[in-house]
């Protein structure tokens, strides 16, 4: 896999890879950023939930859920000193659907976060990664 990143304006970036999309990247303004892109380390929280929700989804799927709805909400702890990484991610993933059962949904986000998220792989070595679920009942 292959990145570029290209500086638009000050710490305004676009950055792209193998997908060819482009993404973009900045900082806050009292750090001379513009404000017009997520940051960095928002990309890793949005790579990690977006990592973890194919896998469960995709899983559910199999296991024939009948999910019609689906988020993810991540809360993350950084260290107060630099660098300011990650100390702690919670996701609390919400399912709605008919008749989802409780131990399918444990199962597949067990699979995912324990063989088959590269992202949560990558990161629990170093970050205090906990998960709950709740499942919200449609018609």
């Given at each position: 896999m292959k990145a570029i990143i290209k500086q638009i304006e000050g710490l305004s970036l676009v950055g792209?890879?193998?997908?060819?999309h482009w993404v973009p990247l900045d900082s806050v303004k009292t750090f001379g950023g513009a404000?017009?892109?997520?940051?960095?380390?928002?990309?890793?929280l949005i790579g990690l939930g977006s990592c973890t929700a194919m896998d469960v989804l995709s899983i559910l799927k199999k296991m024939r859920q009948d999910v019609r709805n689906f988020d993810i909400e991540l809360d993350a702890e950084r260290a107060e000193g630099h660098p300011a990484v990650f100390t702690k991610?919670?996701?609390?993933?919400?399912?709605?659907?008919?008749?989802?059962?409780?131990?399918?949904?444990?199962?597949a986000i067990d699979l995912s976060m324990n063989k088959y998220c590269s992202v949560t792989a990558m990161l629990?070595?170093?970050?205090?990664?906990?998960?709950?679920?709740?499942?919200?009942?449609?018609?």
């Open positions: 792209k890879s193998d997908s060819n404000e017009a892109g997520t940051k960095p380390m928002e990309m890793i991610i919670h996701l609390f993933y919400i399912i709605h659907g008919k008749d989802i059962d409780r131990d399918n949904v444990d199962k629990k070595h170093s970050v205090d990664i906990t998960w709950d679920f709740e499942i919200k009942e449609t018609d």
